[in-house]
């Protein structure tokens, strides 16, 4: 039985097209700061909380190094949805920390503080 080379090339580039698509990294994504937890932060949880944003901060570049799923997703869309995914994890913690740094500013709190793991 022949196959139709056309069908063939068909199913192969859908196949490829599949799996670029499951190949999209996977960010860390910050919340925003609500109000309601704003107004519950202490100084020193507002420290950790900014501790905290730097390792999302971290997690993002290590995320963004290359491997397969870069490779994979430059393939299916020209790397743009990584582009993307990357930018907006990269907004979401950067406006969490703003907003922290806002609140400490409005508390008076020292920018010093040494969150507890960081401390020992």
């Given at each position: ?25 996977r960010y860390p994504i910050a919340t925003p700061l609500a ?46 949805g990584n582009g993307m995914a990357k930018s907006e994890a ?31």
């Open positions: 039985m022949k196959f139709d080379t056309r069908i063939l090339l068909t199913t192969g580039l859908v196949t490829v097209v599949l799996l670029t698509g499951c190949a999209t990294k109000p309601t937890e704003a107004s519950l932060l202490s100084c020193r949880d507002i420290a950790l909380e900014l501790a905290r944003a730097d390792q999302v901060e971290k997690q993002i570049d290590e995320t963004g190094t290359m491997d397969w799923r870069s490779v994979a997703g430059f393939l299916g869309d020209l790397g743009i990269r907004k979401a913690v950067n406006a969490r920390r703003a907003a922290l740094h806002e609140v400490q500013a409005k508390r008076d709190c020292v920018k010093d503080v040494v969150p507890a793991a960081q401390g020992r």
